[in-house]
């Protein structure tokens, strides 16, 4: 194994996050998101199995922003962004992420309802 390899590919991810992180609102928002759930996630004490779903779902998320960002760039270069073909490639791309978004809040109130004490009654 080479170790120095191994530390450049390292780096270079790294360098992929923080240039998602600085172009990209939409992932600054999540990343933010994805702290105070976290945070919360911890002062509410919640479960081990609880805690390993919502750190997944995290990660999901994310990741699939760093993957919507990687296609919008790839696509910019095979044609304008006047292209109806590009235009299309990049709203599936952030509905691929919005729907993950959208199902990861959904489980995360399933998660969390029962530790905020409310009660609908």
């Known amino acids: 194994?080479?170790?120095?390899?191994?530390?450049?590919?390292?780096?270079?991810?790294?360098?992929?996050?923080?240039?998602?992180?600085?172009?990209?609102?939409?992932?600054?928002?999540?990343?933010a998101a994805a702290l105070a759930v976290l945070a919360a996630g911890v002062a509410l004490k919640l479960e081990r199995a609880e805690f390993v779903l919502v750190f997944f779902l995290i990660i999901a998320v994310l990741v699939?922003?760093?993957?919507?960002?990687?296609?919008?760039?790839?696509?910019?270069?095979?044609?304008?962004?006047?292209?109806?073909?590009?235009?299309?490639?990049k709203d599936i791309m952030a509905a691929v992420v919005f729907l993950a978004a959208f199902g990861s809040l959904v489980i995360g109130l399933i998660i969390f309802w029962p530790h905020l004490g409310i009660?609908?009654?």
């Open 1 to 31: 194994m080479n170790l120095v390899r191994l530390a450049r590919s390292f780096g270079d991810a790294w360098k992929g996050v923080k240039y998602v992180f600085k172009h990209e609102q939409n992932f600054r928002f999540q990343a």
């Open 64 to 89: 699939l922003e760093l993957i919507n960002s990687a296609v919008e760039k790839f696509a910019d270069l095979l044609k304008p962004r006047l292209s109806h073909q590009i235009e299309v490639i």
């Open 119 to 121: 009660d609908l009654d």
